[in-house]
């Protein structure tokens, strides 16, 4: 796609050789890691499409959507809140932080134990690869981790569009308040970003059209539950990541098309893995795109992954916003409630991230969990400890894997891999 | 000291085995480090009294204190506010926190990827070998960085007076709003640990002893600035170690006392380190007792350390007490605003630790600045890239180091710091 979009890619500053480059090497990952699938839905073919064009097609609308008028926000986390965008008629999107790029660029910025999705987002700057980061008229960083809390104040002199959200660090009554004052603080800024003023009609619907995404998430992430499968991991992370950067009418829809699919595949028995393939559930940090190393390590031994327990899965989607507040007051008050509710291991304590891995291993019948902590990350890291203590203490099998984005560990993860597998058979 | 305390360590939990051979090598390394030295100030014969006291005589005042009923509150960071506790009637200890001890264990509780400070706090419990820590009728943790915040979850599974207090991470109204109502919450909680109600003038009378404290520190600090050199680094750093664990009323005595021979040194022109030795200011991580590797290898490499611009040093003493509220609540507002000034590198932005460490250089007439970052503590590791790079801007050669408390690397570091050293001649 090189040729149909080099000039818009050019406009927007990128680095077309360095971006030719990553290009080949995504194309290539996603050939070999998702096209090399068998029997997968029809319906994977938008997604598979909406990757194709992940830096083309879809940034051409969002560059049109700009010509118009519309501005576009990019973010690092789920903490911002995509009903605040929309309501004000911007468009969201995540920005790329999935692979490393122009590593040794980052080490000027960044200490060598960073973790990778730290490392990538500096990279993709650096880089100049990324052009949804170089579209975007807002950048929302935010303080969860330490890692990403200090990192913004460097990331901050690399661009001038930078804007920072406070986090609380504990479920306390002025946790919440810190919540809901920052959220005000970034309606105002993306208000001011827009021209809009948001109004308890355009949030109200703003609510409908996120809660509809997650909603068609939830149903796709309930059909995985099914025995016989009828999906793989690998395609259910990326329906989760596209959701990151679709437009999210367009993206509930094609989601609820294959889902329609899915729930036919299991009326008619027709499982795509094995009889008795374990199953695992995916727990710890997110995953962006093209960050499949660990699915596909795990799909290619022998097992399939049933779940998400991450910001890019269940943990990231779980919960609706109550559309139902008849004041902005109230909407913001929801929209408070709803993300206050998300079990990041930034927050002490976290007892309810634990109870809900426990849960969904009943629910997606899964047979064992691996967690995926990214090296460096210390609260996933941290909290890998306690999770693997809980499941231990109700017997469900739990391996603890700690990596970064490089391809060096992948015959050492595939051997631990294997073995975990075999003792779930 | 072992048979005389043996019954009181014995009394307390100790693992009496593995005291033993901690106190050895405690002994040992400050017979190398510290009693090899030439030329110290008589004052300093208090500090080696104390050190060599410190898990014998110092704990059988607070074992007494005890027993006359008196609470001991052990804490891990300079944000836990020794006013509160005096004005209760309470004593506030610094806990162990400087050697690595039981790192198998540890590493049961812990990713090895934690930094040595938090490992070695659980590995003095898991050694049961902190007479501190056993006498404490409260520890108290913060939420400073996440490898504390979520390394006091598991801590708390290991000791049932474990008392949480939450930090913010930006310098905002809200952040405020937040250091003053923990610290409310905080002085309730000892109040009711102690059943004394803080009064009014029990307050004022404990910020005073405090503010006396760090008056001490002050002056021994501005004392460093002269040329000649009249203290060694080592024993600076030892005298704001020993501040964490002393009767703050002694240790002020103590620290002017020496003080005045420090002055008289002065005016005599009688410096025990050669004339142009280059001066280094030390900025970064803490360094609790016995952590004097640093110091100890820039000292035998042909420098002198000026001043610590750390919380162990004059990031955690700077800055005194307003005194003059006239209620309690005045009083609380002046202590939160004192602590709300500490340049901690968990708070983002974080630009008065730079501007801090640049008119320290100038104070204490430094050559140069060594950055000391505990290896995988990410505030300091990651602040020091801007710290470098602000210092470069002005002309000041930095060098940044990362360790542990391990002596694997003292060979590399040595001949690091001695070519640093070297370039500042």
Redesign the interface.
Do not use: W
């Given at each position: 796609m090189s040729n149909e979009y080099e000039s818009m890619w050019k406009g927007l500053g990128l680095n077309l050789a360095s971006h030719d480059a990553l290009l080949e090497v995504l194309g290539k990952g996603y050939t070999d890691i998702y096209l090399a699938q068998k029997d997968r839905p029809e319906g994977m073919g938008y997604f598979d499409f909406v990757m194709s064009e992940v830096h083309g097609l879809r940034i051409k609308e969002l560059v049109d959507e700009k010509e118009q008028g519309r501005k576009i926000i990019g973010s690092y986390c789920v903490f911002v809140p995509e009903e605040i965008a929309l309501a004000a008629n911007a468009t969201l999107v995540g920005l790329c932080s999935g692979a490393d790029f122009a590593l040794e660029e980052v080490e000027?910025?960044?200490?060598r134990?960073?973790c990778a999705l730290i490392k990538s987002a500096f990279g993709f700057k650096l880089g100049q690869v990324c052009p949804y980061l170089e579209a975007a008229d807002m950048v929302v960083g935010e303080?969860t981790?330490?890692?990403k809390?200090?990192?913004?104040?460097?990331l901050g002199t690399l661009m001038d569009n930078l804007y920072?959200m406070?986090?609380p660090?504990?479920k306390?009554d002025?946790?919440r308040?810190?919540l809901r004052?920052e959220y005000d603080r970034f309606k105002t800024a993306v208000e001011e970003l827009t021209g809009v003023v948001i109004t308890h009609e355009s949030l109200t619907q703003a609510i409908k059209i996120v809660n509809a995404k997650r909603s068609a998430l939830h149903r796709l992430a309930k059909l995985r539950s099914a025995d016989p499968i009828v999906i793989s991991g690998l395609d259910g992370l990326l329906a989760n990541q596209v959701s990151f950067y679709d437009n999210p009418k367009r993206f509930t829809e094609s989601v609820h098309k294959m889902c329609d699919e899915l729930e036919k595949r299991i009326q008619a028995n027709q499982g795509i893995f094995p009889v008795k393939t374990p199953r695992i559930l995916i727990s710890g940090c997110p995953m962006a795109v093209p960050n499949w190393k660990l699915p596909w390590i795990i799909e290619t031994s022998g097992a399939v992954i049933v779940g998400e327990e991450s910001c890019v899965g269940e943990r990231g989607a779980r919960n609706l916003t109550q559309d139902t507040g008849t004041t902005i007051d109230e909407l913001m008050d929801a929209i408070t409630d709803r993300y206050f509710d998300v079990d990041c291991?930034?927050f002490?304590?976290?007892q309810e991230r634990l109870d809900h891995i426990q849960e969904m291993v009943k629910a997606y019948k899964a047979d064992g969990v691996i967690h995926y902590?990214l090296?460096?990350c210390?609260?996933y890291?941290?909290?890998?400890?306690?999770v693997e203590n809980a499941l231990e203490k109700k017997d469900i099998p739990c391996l603890r894997i700690?990596t970064d984005y490089g391809m060096e560990d992948v015959g050492q993860l595939k051997t631990r891999i294997e073995a975990f597998v075999e003792q779930l058979k």
């Open positions: 000027r910025y960044l200490p134990n960073t303080n981790c330490d890692g809390k200090k990192a913004y104040e460097s920072v406070d986090l660090q504990m306390s002025l946790g308040d810190l004052s291991a930034i002490t304590p976290n902590g090296q460096f210390q609260p890291t941290m909290e890998a400890i306690p700690e």
